[in-house]
């Protein structure tokens, strides 16, 4: 049990510590210039307000004061159509925001054969009613309360950390139909916080789910209908801060419940960035993108998750584990860190997280480039990654998602943008030759010391014109990574109007690429046909990031149910199949989106029976009695 284990652990700590402490107390000395390398904070729950931003963090501890409890982001944030048919972003947060969308009607009425007369409006309000009430474990609970760490059971907080955002959870939700949620909610304030909770929960065999930004989209944080123990989600969002800032090794230690946004924003205001900016950056968590091994769109510099982490401190019902040191690379055998990195709750709770960071780059632009065809866009970038000077982010999109990004276009102010907007798409598919119906777009952004940006920009650019591929200009560019953090949004609108869509991901070595998006598509379409959808479905993709040997692959598709008599269901058969084709075609189970329920039939094809057991064995050792019991990956 934790509190045998994790209290000789401590012992342990403190005992190899002090030694260390005594045998470089003679080293330290105060740099040259009396500035301290090292921005420290102390831990909340010790009784110190300081930090290294005193500024208020994104998320509350309840979050329904400023996000959907059924949808996507912040509540004062949506599209809609207004009484004139127009679209239209609400909210201020978004550089889209306030804006007409005057494209977004027709493509999304003749894409779907949607009707704006026929709506789908979502349940408003949660009734609390409809939530069975909490099963508490009494025993932990009294326990509970002796610690001062804040809990909740109130209906609300638990149904708010129920589910994550697959379109199954969230239909269910618009629906007011609510299944199995946790019990209670509690908030550590900090690591020893969750050390006293996992301690708890073992004495008194309580199941923990633990609970980040909750942007999972792997039902990861569904709650295990079968569970009869009493369910405690474990919400790390005030485990938010920063507690140093290394500035001679160029590392960052950070409590590991701060989510994308915030962790950027204080970093920034010292100089410093992690680049690590996945779509979800808004709203998941560090803790998150540890324990799914995350992506962030501008890897190509700056790395995936697994890059950037230095050092990890994890809580399991076996104790701490964490490693002795923080040297950039140890040969010690199997490296701990991916025991932790994807284990995706089944293990324990990411407390804190020491990153590499890098001083925020004095120049960045944003581009973008036509080509003919996909076919020859994806050679491009295959070259551009052979050449190895991709920039710090390099996305390809196929022609349906060119015809939906081209749909988002805000409305200009301007008669002239409007004219240069149209003398350009005459340029390309007029004087150039481009088939409207065919052409994609790659969009680029650039990073870095501002005479390096221009030559590798001029680079990439010299590549892009040996494939076909014409430059169009910077604001596409931007306007494409704009989109980024509102298209999010745009399932909620659908869904309005009997639109139901997903998307999912994929890696795949570059002489499968053309081959699965192809395939998969058509998989999708056919798929739908023969499962009663009345109206053609959207199936569309993009390369969203390159590697030596292969890329990460987006699917998106999209239908109108209406006619279906289990929309959702159909949806789920439809993904099933495209998962199918994914596998059959050389893809991976998933790039960076995880396995968590949703995937996992397909975990033994993928690491194989021996690799099972060897999850399996550390499975049973580290987490016996199964209290982190979300039923992730096995």
């Known amino acids: 049990m934790a509190s045998n284990s994790s209290g000789g652990g401590s012992s342990d700590r403190q005992r190899i510590a002090q030694h260390r402490l005594r045998i470089i107390a003679g080293h330290l000395q105060t740099p040259v210039d009396g500035e301290p390398a090292v921005l420290a904070a102390e831990c909340k729950a010790q009784g110190s307000q300081a930090d290294v931003s005193t500024e208020e963090k994104t998320v509350p501890r309840r979050r329904q004061e400023i996000m ?14 207004n009484k004139k048919g127009q679209a239209e972003f609400t909210g201020k947060r978004y550089r889209l925001s306030g804006m007409i969308i005057p ?14 007369q026929h709506k789908s409006p979502a349940t408003y309000i949660l009734n609390s009613s409809d939530v069975k009430p909490p099963s508490l474990n009494e025993a932990f609970l009294d326990d509970l309360k002796s610690t001062g760490i804040p809990f909740s059971y109130d209906a609300e907080d638990r149904v708010f950390r ?8 969230i239909f269910a939700l618009r629906e007011g139909k609510i299944g199995r949620v946790p019990d209670m909610v509690v908030w550590p304030n900090c690591h020893n916080d969750v050390v006293k909770i996992v301690e708890l929960a073992c004495k008194h065999n309580v199941c923990l789910i633990p609970y980040g930004g909750g942007t999972s989209v792997s039902s990861a944080l569904e709650c295990p209908p079968e569970e009869t123990r009493s369910i405690v989600s474990l919400d790390t969002s005030q485990m938010n801060r920063i507690l140093w800032i290394d500035e001679k090794n160029f590392t960052v230690h950070v409590e590991a419940g701060i989510v994308g946004q915030d962790l950027e924003r204080l970093l920034n205001e010292s ?17 998150g993108w540890v324990a799914t091994r995350a992506s962030g769109m501008k890897k190509n510099i700056y790395g995936n998750i697994e890059d950037l982490v230095v050092h990890i401190k994890m809580v399991t019902p076996q104790g701490v584990i964490e490693k002795g040191c923080q040297g950039p690379r140890m040969s010690t055998g199997p490296d701990v860190h991916h025991f932790i990195m994807g284990s995706e709750g089944t293990l324990g709770v990411v407390t804190e997280v020491t990153m590499k960071i890098r001083p925020m780059p004095e120049y960045q632009k944003y581009g973008s480039v036509v080509f003919p065809n996909f076919e020859q866009g994806v050679a ?20 349906e998602q060119f015809k939906f990004g081209h749909a988002l276009k805000p409305q200009v102010s301007s008669l002239f943008t409007s004219f240069l907007d149209g003398l350009k798409t005459f340029y390309i598919t007029k004087f150039k030759g481009f088939d409207p119906n065919r052409l994609c777009v790659a969009t680029l952004l650039f990073e870095g010391n501002r005479e390096k940006v221009l030559q590798h920009e001029k680079q990439v650019y010299d590549i892009a014109a040996k494939f076909g591929g014409l430059a169009a200009g910077e604001d596409n560019g931007q306007r494409g990574y704009m989109l980024t953090f509102v298209i999010a949004y745009l399932r909620d609108l659908g869904m309005d109007y009997y639109v139901i869509g997903e998307s999912f991901e994929t890696s795949v070595p570059w002489d499968r690429v053309l081959d699965i998006c192809r395939n998969v598509k058509a998989r999708i379409i056919g798929e739908c046909k023969e499962r009663g959808v009345q109206f053609p479905p959207l199936s569309s993709c993009r390369v969203t990031q390159t590697y030596d040997a292969g890329a990460c692959v987006y699917f998106y598709f999209a239908y109108n149910y209406r006619g279906l008599s289990d929309p959702v269901h159909v949806y789920e058969q439809v993904e099933h199949a495209a998962r199918e084709e994914i596998l059959a075609n050389g893809g991976s189970l998933s790039h960076h989106h995880g396995v968590g329920k949703l995937r996992k039939e397909w975990m033994r094809e993928t690491v194989s029976s ?15 009695n199964n209290i982190f019991g979300n039923r992730n990956l096995l």
């Open 103 to 116: 494209g977004l009607k027709d493509w999304f009425e003749g894409t779907f054969g949607a009707n704006l």
């Open 380 to 399: 491009c970038l295959r070259e551009v990654a052979k050449q190895r000077c991709a920039p710090a982010s390099i996305r390809l999109m196929d022609n």
């Open 68 to 81: 959907k409890w059924n949808g996507w982001g912040y509540s004062d944030s949506r599209f809609l159509f």
């Open 271 to 287: 100089g410093y960035c992690t680049g690590h900016e996945p779509d979800s950056m808004e709203f998941s968590s560090l803790g």
């Open 162 to 169: 129920a589910h994550g955002h697959c379109l199954h959870e």
């Open 610 to 624: 021996v690799g099972m057991g060897m999850i399996k064995s550390v499975k049973d050792y580290v987490d016996p």
